[in-house]
DNA sequence: ATTCGACACGAACGGCGTTTGTCAGGAGAC
DNA sequence: GTCTCCTGACAAACGCCGTTCGTGTCGAAT
């Protein structure tokens, strides 16, 4: 495999053309590959689906991409072109920073095979990065020194996409709760007191209810909890040169 | 496929024996399978891969599981058998919960493959059930009620998969940082200003540092943000008759 | 002894990702 | 204009996968 960045738009000219068929193209194959991702799920994309797609052969598709894992990064990158970035001045810093993650979790949770996918690929493409770019603005907004800022976004990312996962597998089975659900009300009470007495607990809150509890905790933690200095305190003088580098 | 709970183990009476072949066993099935999992990732765990090394063919697996997703369930949960819960009386909660989340992780992340197939699995075994009730039992101690612990104890098990998801995935490359940090290094400054200035923290934190910072995050968001009951407000009548349902 | 149920497992089916090799068309050089 | 080279297009093939089907064997029950 090269090593070749993928999210470069290779300058391939098709050589197939015709009055039937239309040229090949990335844009074409990722467009469709995405397709077939949200309506079948991930072993809906495989490269024979999206080629047939296509009126082609899979080995076509080679020319446009290295392999099934290149084209399964460009997919999801794509299909994060949808998140929303809130831009209102006039809006609060965490009201925008929750639509940003709504609007995240939202476009994973659509189906179960991109949230599969979510799970399993590292997002580092233009459209995820325009997303961790504006989490890093609303977080220095809200005033998160840099260093915290940094972590504190891939954190928020994780869960989010963690949350994504959740959701679209429930929304998948047609018993939304299914195998967990039958586990949790099965469990002896004896042997996990617990886990008894919360087992409805455990389950509830679908949608935004669970998610806007998990905000508030996941915003007040990273507020209250700046990245230690390396001799393991938080100095005074650290705060102060965060505000000057902010002018800079 | 079945509704049998997977987690029961079936009495099979292995028909096959003899001084040469171990007869087959659930048992051997899965520990096989978590073996070839641990060094060879997801792909090494076909059921073609786990009956070779049990020197028999893929279709005498099926005696014992229903398909490959069931065994992968089922390593996923052998594998958590590994995780330690802390019991020591006299250390504070707060030290037992990291060190629980902390077992968690380093089993986890100790391959690529069992933590891909964490970030795909619903985690309803013996034991992730003991690690839930345990997490739950912390955070009691910790004055958390049941409805938030409930919540609480599914927002951290879900981050500390995902954290080891991405430190497993790191370990795995031998680059350990990789295509991330290539597309970090070559962010534009105008484009993503922010990113930019990050980019070195946006990757730091290896190990043990970023997951302290994540805890304490995590725990003191959870600790101020008790669920909100139906109507919107906490009341400290709820608060009190918590406290009874603990002492019945 | 006979029958039945279930483990054991090879063969086959349909599907997958990828590589190899051939063809055809376009661009560039002469 | 002709020739050569490069590259897109893509069929065929390879090796692998999960699963089903069918047959054989053995032990338990009658």
């Known amino acids: 495999m090269s090593t070749r960045n993928p999210f470069e738009a290779r300058d391939v000219t098709s050589r197939r053309g015709g009055p039937v068929k239309k040229p090949l193209s990335r844009d074409a194959i990722v467009t469709v590959a995405l397709d077939l991702l949200t309506r079948e799920g991930l072993e809906g994309m495989s490269l024979r689906k999206v080629a047939a797609a296509l009126e082609t052969g899979p080995a076509s598709l080679y020319a446009y991409v290295d392999d099934l894992r290149e084209l399964q990064t460009l997919v999801f990158d794509r299909a994060l072109a949808d998140v929303t ?29 991109l949230a ?36 504190a976004a891939d954190l928020l990312s994780l869960y989010a996409t963690a949350i994504a996962a959740e959701q679209s597998h429930r929304k ?25 007495a919360s087992r409805e607990q455990l389950v509830s809150g679908q949608g935004l209810e669970r998610f806007d509890w998990a905000i508030e905790v996941l915003l007040k933690g990273v507020l209250q909890t700046p990245r230690q200095s390396h001799d393991g305190s938080v100095s005074p003088v650290e705060k102060g040169s965060h505000r000057r580098a902010r002018h800079a």
């Open 85 to 113: 970035i809130p831009r209102e001045p006039l809006r609060d810093w965490r009201s925008r920073l929750a639509s940003l993650l709504e609007s995240y979790i939202t476009i994973l949770a659509r189906s179960s095979g």
């Open 116 to 151: 599969q996918l979510a799970m399993n690929t590292i997002a580092a493409g233009p459209n995820a990065l325009r997303i961790i770019e504006a989490l890093l603005c609303l977080l220095d907004e809200a005033g998160v020194d840099q260093s915290t800022a940094a972590w």
């Open 172 to 196: 998948e089975n047609g018993d939304p709760l299914g195998p967990l659900v039958r586990m949790l009300g099965s469990v002896s009470q004896p042997e996990f007191p617990r886990i008894h």
